[in-house]
């Protein structure tokens, strides 16, 4: 491993030489703020040339989000077939253009670096040269301490070897502990940015249960790594996180994913701000809205005068039918008149027949009224 990463070893070693040399001229060759800057400016060093790394792995991780609907289709209709599932998925991921290791590039591309540094601090706390450090520069490297704890120095080193380097065991497990704290804060907080505000809340996808699960695995893994790592590690993987916070929330302001809320309040922004560029095909529907609503007709608001002479005409009008139905009104009373006549001609006894008819009724009325109104008479041995 160390013949594979031994270039590695000299070109990690010889950055942060140079940038220690800069800011010897600053702090001092020995001071525990020039190592640590340099080491903060190898991360980032790193982390400008991965820019378009990430970039590319934020595009591919939007892909595979909105393809997961697709790929747990593909998974169901093919469970029985592995070997046809994956030749779809392959399929799936050509006619797309996703990758799905591009999510894991940065991480990978920062590994080596990663593992050369560590290489590096241990072998400056054994008291080695490494790459281009050569003795004088290691004998300064042992003499910087950031916060009182040696650089080369870890969490589960014995008090003797603590006490080897210049500090104390109390002071190193102190810092060490304060480090693992931000370092698990900050990967928190970046996941929990992520699962909250840029993740479209329209697409239910397992991808967002990864990431639920991944902001409380990380800070786990943080505190049991954590305490085997020099403290030198610990500021490089502590500034990759930092930088990672950062770099996560300038994408979510700047550019968030379709349909997520991080989306919604950047649409407002640019709306209240008088910036925002609209979809084609929502200008299209709102101006087609937009000409439905002048071309439709609302009748006019006529002047008083002529919406008097038009109530003056309606009443002249309904006078003349009132009498025209009057008339033929009282012409049709006297056709019945004459029409009732000549039937009472016609059948002389029908009146007395209703006559008799009513009478019948009135009397069955008559004793209706007596049974009701009165009661009746109880009998005489009855008391």
């Not at 525990?32 to 400016?41: D, E, F, P, R």
């Not at 370092?183 to 505000?197: D, G, I, P």
């Not at 008339?327 to 009146?351: R, T, V």
Request: aromatic share 8%.
């Amino acid at each position: 491993m160390d013949t594979i990463l031994k270039p590695l070893y000299y070109a990690v070693s010889w950055i942060i030489v140079q940038f220690h040399s800069f800011y010897s001229l600053i702090f001092g060759k020995d001071s525990g703020a020039a190592w640590g800057l340099s080491i903060v400016s190898l991360v980032v060093l790193i982390r400008i040339c991965l820019i378009p790394l990430f970039v590319k792995q934020i595009k591919s991780t939007r892909n595979m989000q909105a393809l997961q609907p697709k790929m747990k289709a593909i998974q169901e209709r093919y469970k029985s077939d592995k070997q046809r599932q994956s030749e779809e998925m392959m399929k799936l991921y050509k006619e797309t253009g996703t990758n799905p290791l591009s999510s894991c590039l940065p991480i990978l591309a920062q590994s080596p670096f990663f593992i050369s540094l560590y290489q590096v601090l241990s072998h400056i706390a054994q008291n080695k040269t490494v790459g281009v450090i050569d003795l004088p520069l290691l004998e300064s490297a042992q003499k910087a301490h950031i916060f009182g704890a040696p650089l080369a120095a870890k969490f589960m080193d014995s008090a003797e070897k603590i006490e080897s380097l210049g500090a104390s065991l109390v002071d190193v497990r102190v810092v060490t502990i304060i480090m693992i704290i931000l370092m698990s804060a900050s990967q928190f907080y970046t996941q929990r940015q992520l699962m909250t505000k840029n993740v479209d809340l329209t697409v239910k996808t397992p991808f967002m249960q990864q990431q639920k699960m991944l902001m409380y695995v990380f800070p786990i893994m943080f505190a049991v790594f954590g305490i085997n790592f020099p403290v030198g590690v610990l500021v490089y993987w502590l500034t990759t996180n930092v930088w990672t916070m950062g770099q996560q929330m300038f994408v979510i302001r700047r550019n968030p994913t379709p349909g997520s809320k991080a989306f919604t309040e950047r649409q407002e922004r640019l709306r209240a701000a008088g910036k925002l560029v609209e979809d084609p095909a929502v200008v299209e529907a709102k101006k087609a809205v937009e000409e439905a609503r002048q071309n439709r007709q609302q009748p006019k608001r006529q002047p008083k005068s002529k919406r008097q002479a038009t109530a003056g005409t309606g009443a002249v009008g309904g006078g003349t039918q009132s009498r025209t139905r009057a008339g033929s009104g009282g012409a049709a009373s006297g056709a019945d008149a004459s029409k009732k006549q000549s039937l009472e001609k016609q059948s002389p006894e029908k009146p007395d027949s209703k006559a008799k008819g009513s009478s019948a009724s009135g009397t069955r009325t008559t004793k209706s009224g007596q049974r009701k109104g009165q009661q009746r008479p109880k009998h005489p041995t009855k008391k």
